[in-house]
């Protein structure tokens, strides 16, 4: 566990948008990959990631070649909307 110090003014929900755009804008993103683009630990950047993923705007994948997270495209209304049309 990291334990993480955090001004008033960052707000949580705005960590995880920015952390989901960035995953967004990447198609997909590694922890070492969004800490390079953010400028931050790469600890940091996993955490981040992973709150993500708990507040369900990312999935993930861990494979051989590492821990990779996606854009979460199933709980997209418009993904979801074209799944019923084509059932």
Known sequence: GVKVLQLS???YKD???KTEGAVIDAGSITSEELA???GIAIV???ERLLAAEQ???LCRDDSV???RFYP???LSTWN???LVYYL
Do not use: P
């Open 15 to 17: 960590l995880i948008k």
């Open 9 to 11: 003014s960052v707000l």
């Open 36 to 38: 390079k683009l953010t």
């Open 44 to 46: 940091l950047a996993k």
């Open 65 to 67: 070649e590492g821990l």
């Open 80 to 82: 979801i909307f074209r």
């Open 55 to 57: 507040d369900g705007k």
């Open 72 to 74: 979460n495209l199933f």
